[in-house]
């Protein structure tokens, strides 16, 4: 029977009032063993509850509980999903795991592919180590979505990509989640010469006889980083191969909007700003169901700011009260759309000067333009000695998650120390960087 050790009582909840502790043990719930962080929200759901307990001192406690149907116990567990993390079987030629340098923090280098994670943190899976009874689960929870890493639909190609003998056999699985009508996003890790092309309108193709159960699929360039000895090679994509890929995309999004009234599958940011090419409109992105993988991230951004600055000048706020100047940093990649948000806003407060620096990415390689990749010794050494006014503007997905920590183990006051400059850390709304703008 699994056990699971009790790390927290919420204040005030029907746990304090049970009287338990943290260090104690949670052994069943309506005499059923507790899997996981799924298992024990479904037993706990119910308006009677037997929860047997194992004190710290030994003593065993059955509980009965009544309360309402949703109220929850009050109790946090040391491990959030109360059981062990799945990891990857694959060996992608993609990964970018693999393309880590050493002597970084041991976490960054565990490769996940838990589909428990796909609900609780939006991770993508490749189905390849789900069993039936994990599937099972799945419909009997009623979970989703679940997000999917597609990469082919060509059984061949897929298990070459993922360098796994089960990996083209594990996309039937997708025929269940369709069959019990479980939501699906995909995602498509496009590789030059080896899934693009001809193969990815077969994939696309494939895909869509899923719709509208799978609700979106993206399409994003492979990254590659400066540290791929022995790995398989792959070609960094051009802005031509990017017109090309925006062409078939653009081609399929009209298919699918004739057919169900989804775009269905989308580009990421970067093969716009690759190509040259504008954004497509909000409308576009059926709801932005791809945010997390920088589908229409720039476009929601440029909206919410738009929206922001236009209620402030409504409002008629005064110029003369923000003023002097402010440094923003980010990624190659987001820097020119950072300077066009930062002009409209000068031009309303002209007397703040904003100043937007783009941070080359030494570190991974010059090929990796997305700013939730730069260290905190890259920013350093290209803003160092610099003149960056008031504050420097950094933008959240910078640093590890909760903390103020960067992908090098830099501190947020470490870097104020070294730059001597007060630090804001702005998150990723529209709103957000206004008033980060203003101050």
């Given amino acids: 029977m699994k056990e699971h050790v009790i790390d927290r009582v919420q204040p005030g909840s029907i746990a ?4 338990l502790e943290p260090g104690d043990v949670l052994l069943s719930v309506n005499n059923h063993e507790i899997e996981d962080v799924f298992d024990y929200h479904y037993h706990t759901n119910e308006e009677y509850l037997t929860v047997s307990i194992r004190k710290k001192n030994g ?4 509980l009965e ?3 309402e149907y949703e109220d929850d116990l009050g109790i946090e567990f040391e491990n959030g999903l109360m059981d062990d993390y799945k990891s990857c079987r694959n060996k992608c030629i993609f990964c970018f795991i693999d ?3 050493p002597g970084m923090r041991e976490t960054l280098y565990f490769k996940d592919d838990d589909s428990r994670l796909s609900f609780l943190q939006g991770n993508y899976v490749t189905l390849t ?8 689960r799945i419909v009997k929870y009623r979970l989703g979505p679940i997000n999917v890493s597609v990469q082919s639909t060509n059984p061949q190609l897929r298990c070459k990509m993922l ?3 089960f990996a083209g056999e594990a996309l039937q699985k997708m025929d269940f989640l369709y069959e019990n009508g479980i939501p699906m996003n995909g995602q498509i890790v496009l590789c030059k010469g080896i899934n693009d092309g001809e193969e990815l309108r077969r994939t696309i193709t494939d895909l869509m006889k899923y719709m509208p159960v799978l609700e979106s699929v993206s399409v ?11 790995l398989y090679h792959l070609e960094p994509f051009t802005g031509e191969d990017a017109g090309e890929v925006l062409a078939m995309i653009h081609h399929y999004q009209k298919i699918c909007m004739e057919k169900c009234g989804l775009h269905f599958v989308h580009a990421s940011d970067e093969w716009y700003l690759l190509a040259g090419q504008e954004l497509p409109p909000e409308e576009n992105y059926d709801g932005y169901l791809q945010l997390e993988n920088g589908v229409g991230m720039l476009r929601l951004l440029r909206s919410e700011f738009a929206e922001e600055l236009e209620h402030i000048r409504r409002k008629e706020t005064g110029a003369a009260c923000v003023s002097g100047k402010i440094t923003a940093a980010t990624g190659i990649l987001a820097a020119p759309a950072l300077q066009e948000l930062a002009e409209d806003f000068m031009e309303l407060f002209p007397e703040r000067e904003i100043q937007v620096i783009p941070v080359v990415n030494h570190f991974f390689g010059e090929q990796i333009t997305v700013s939730g990749l730069l260290t905190g010794q890259d920013i350093i050494a290209q803003l160092e000695g610099r003149e960056l006014g008031e504050r420097l503007l950094l933008p959240c997905n910078l640093l590890r998650s909760g903390e103020d920590v960067f992908l090098d183990d830099i501190t947020v006051a470490q870097m104020e120390n070294a730059l001597q400059v007060e630090i804001d850390i702005v998150k990723s709304s529209g709103q957000d960087l206004v008033r980060a703008f203003m101050g």
């Fill in 163 to 165: 360098n796994n003998r």
């Fill in 59 to 62: 003593e065993e406690w059955e």
């Fill in 220 to 230: 994003v360039p492979v990254g590659l980083s400066r540290y791929r000895d022995d």
């Fill in 65 to 67: 509980i009544e309360k």
């Fill in 129 to 136: 180590n789900m069993k039936e009874h994990d599937l099972e």
């Fill in 99 to 101: 393309q880590m340098p």
């Fill in 16 to 19: 304090e009032g049970m009287e």
